[in-house]
Each structure stands twice: as C-alpha cells, then as structure tokens.
T-cell receptor, first 114, second 111 residues
Framework: DVKVTQSSRYLVKRTGEKVFLECVQD?????MFWYRQDPGLGLRLIYF???????EKGDIPEGYSVSREKKERFSLILESASTNQTSMYLC?????????????FGDGTRLSIL | GENVEQHPSTLSVQEGDSAVIKCTYS??????FPWYKQELGKGPQLIID?????GEKKDQRIAVTLNKTAKHFSLHITETQPEDSAVYFC??????????FGKGTMLLVSP
C-alpha cells in the first residue's frame, strides 16, 4: 500500500513565523501535491511537483512556497504565517505517466496560526 | 479551467438504503473521474475511479456512472452501512492542470 506520511498531525504557530510542513511518500511516485482543505471550499491545490526540483503553482499559491530536493519528500513553506492560513493541509502523491492518475493522500496537518 | 459541481452537500439515509451523489463538470475534454471517501480525522482515500472511455464501473457495493454527453458522473452506494458515513469528494481531470475537486457530500447512514 502507498504510504504518504505528514510529519505533524497538529501544529500551532504564531503570526509572522516561517512554517515548514513535511511530506514523505514511499512508493517512488513522480508527482506530489499540497492542498488546503477548508469547510465549504473543498480541496484547493496550492502547489504540485512532477519531478525533483520541479514545481508548478496551483490555484492558491500566494503566501506559500515549496521544496522538492528528493523524490520522496515534498515540503510546504509558509514564508510569514498569517491567521488566514489556519487550515487543514493535505499532501498527496501519484505515479508518473501523466497527472490523470490516482492521488494518494496523507492524513493531513491541522495548522493553527495565532 | 475545469469547474466541478457536487450535489447534494449532505445526504442522510437509513441503513440498507441506496445513496447517490452526483457531479457535473464543465470541460468536455475531461477524461478521468475519481471518487474519494474521507473519514473523520483522516485524509481522502480513493474508492473508485472511471475514465472517459467507460460508461460504468462497479466494485462490490459501489458503482460509478459517467454520461459524457451531459457531462455528469455519479457515485452509487447500495446496501449502505453505518461505516459508509463519511465525506465523499468527486474530482475531474481535464488536462490543463491537475484534479479539480467538488466541494464534498457528507453522507450519514443511520442504523
């Protein structure tokens, strides 16, 4: 089974801090994704990566950056955390052969910015 | 870009009844349609998917149907059980970016 592991289930940070969310997958997948999930808004794509050191903006990239130095690891960075970034963050991965492949999700990080 | 509408937002059924969740999409070029189930405190889990060259797919009590002409697809759950209670998301892939998700349906199955 594909395992996508997010380093923290819950995280509390302060406004203005630089925040790192880590995600690791164990299935040698080419593609990795970061979403945020908010009530009534569903899942919104922040960034995705289709290869090491490659990244593409999703629908809501403002205030975020990402890093993919190794194939199995994809990090989401909040450069200067703000209260409107309080949310559930979900990481996913999918195999190569195009982006129309099943995505496998981690269990999420619930981030609170105070 | 792609736009996915999902209905209903909440659905309550009695155990043993069937449940149907419907999604419509806007881009006729969309060719991949997965469904995800999200239980409380967990990430979404893929339960079934269908590609545009197929009209229907079944897996035990779960089935998905696709109508390309009308640009809609549906999830059918038969003989519902309390453990089917969760939030269900549909999604569509149109080739412009990645998956576009619907806003979710909360399914509650009462014993």
């Amino acid at each position: 089974d594909v395992k996508v592991t997010q380093s923290s289930r819950y995280l509390v940070k302060r406004t203005g801090e630089k925040v790192f969310l880590e995600c690791v997958q164990d299935m040698d997948h080419e593609n990795m994704f970061w979403y945020r999930q908010d009530p009534g808004l569903g899942l919104r794509l922040i960034y995705f990566s289709y290869d090491v050191k490659m990244k593409e903006k999703g629908d809501i990239p403002e205030g975020y950056s990402v890093s993919r130095e190794k194939k199995e690891r994809f990090s989401l960075i909040l450069e200067s955390a703000s209260t409107n970034q309080t949310s559930m963050y979900l990481c996913a991965s999918s195999p190569g052969g195009g982006l129309n492949q099943p995505q496998h999700f981690g269990d999420g990080t619930r981030l609170s910015i105070l | 870009g792609e736009n996915v509408e999902q209905h209903p937002s909440t659905l309550s059924v009695q155990e043993g009844d069937s449940a149907v969740i419907k999604c419509t999409y806007s881009d006729s070029a969309s060719n991949y349609f997965p469904w995800y189930k999200q239980e409380l405190g967990k990430g979404p889990q893929l339960i079934i998917d269908i590609r545009s060259n197929v009209g229907e797919k079944k897996d035990q009590r779960i089935a998905v149907t696709l109508n390309k002409t009308a640009k809609h697809f549906s999830l059918h759950i038969t003989e519902t059980q309390p453990e089917d209670s969760a939030v269900y998301f549909c999604a569509a892939f149109s080739g412009y970016s990645t998956l576009t998700f619907g806003k979710g349906t909360m399914l509650l199955v009462s014993p």
